[in-house]
T-cell receptor, first 115, second 115 residues
Framework: AQSVAQPEDQVNVAEGNPLTVKCTYSVSGNPYLFWYVQYPNRGLQFLLKYITGDNLVKGSYGFEAEFNKSQTSFHLKKPSALVSDSALYFCAVRDRMDSNYQLIWGAGTKLIIKP | DGGITQSPKYLFRKEGQNVTLSCEQNLNHDAMYWYRQDPGQGLRLIYYSQIVNDFQKGDIAEGYSVSREKKESFPLTVTSAQKNPTAFYLC??????????????FGPGTRLLVL
């Protein structure tokens, strides 16, 4: 079965430190991979995606993610965290073989950046 | 939240009542989606539409109905058959003419509460 796992419900990081939010996936074919961020009572905002090519993808607000095919992972990273990065982060995957183009979503990781 | 609007921001439903959530986009996107978000869970797909006058059930369609009479609009009706409708409802849209891992863009959401 296709699935996305975000193994940490919550990640706590001190401001200025590097942050990582983990995502692993299981799909039958090659994936498209996405990261979104959600602030309280708001819709989701797109951060970045992996389609093809360079495994390191750079996105909005200084975030980046690395596609690792052998480990089936797509961890979100940022070199220096800001308090304003505190939010809920979602990883999503789409199987290139899925003709319905549906996204499979992780449960989300709450990121808390402490001053 | 881009060019996708959802209304109302908050909606209250009485027992046995049908209510309709509005979703409009001015992005000229072909595909539109409705998701339900509950605390501690990822997004779950209710319905999606890849083209005008056509739509498909998602994972949790029971108790919901949709229409797609115009490209710009994809209203969701929560019927009285939906016994646990309290949730945050998110509408999204994307260009889906070809399978290139197109990004889904989200509206600001509607929070539905039961009186």
């Amino acid at each position: 079965a296709q699935s996305v796992a975000q193994p940490e419900d919550q990640v706590n990081v001190a401001e200025g430190n590097p942050l990582t939010v983990k995502c692993t996936y299981s799909v039958s074919g090659n994936p498209y991979l996405f990261w979104y961020v959600q602030y309280p009572n708001r819709g989701l905002q797109f951060l970045l995606k992996y389609i093809t090519g360079d495994n390191l993808v750079k996105g909005s607000y200084g975030f980046e993610a690395e596609f690792n095919k052998s480990q089936t992972s797509f961890h979100l990273k940022k070199p220096s965290a800001l308090v304003s990065d505190s939010a809920l982060y979602f990883c999503a995957v789409r199987d290139r073989m899925d003709s319905n183009y549906q996204l499979i979503w992780g449960a989300g990781t709450k990121l808390i950046i402490k001053p | 939240d881009g060019g996708i609007t959802q209304s109302p921001k908050y909606l209250f439903r009485k027992e046995g009542q049908n209510v309709t959530l509005s979703c409009e986009q001015n992005l000229n996107h072909d595909a539109m989606y409705w998701y339900r978000q509950d605390p501690g869970q990822g997004l779950r797909l209710i319905y999606y539409s890849q083209i005008v006058n056509d739509f498909q059930k998602g994972d949790i369609a029971e108790g919901y109905s949709v229409s797609r009479e115009k490209k710009e609009s994809f209203p969701l009706t929560v019927t009285s058959a939906q016994k646990n409708p309290t949730a945050f409802y998110l509408c999204a849209s994307s260009i889906e003419k070809t399978d290139r891992g197109e990004t889904q863009y989200f509206g600001p959401g509607t929070r539905l509460l039961v009186l």
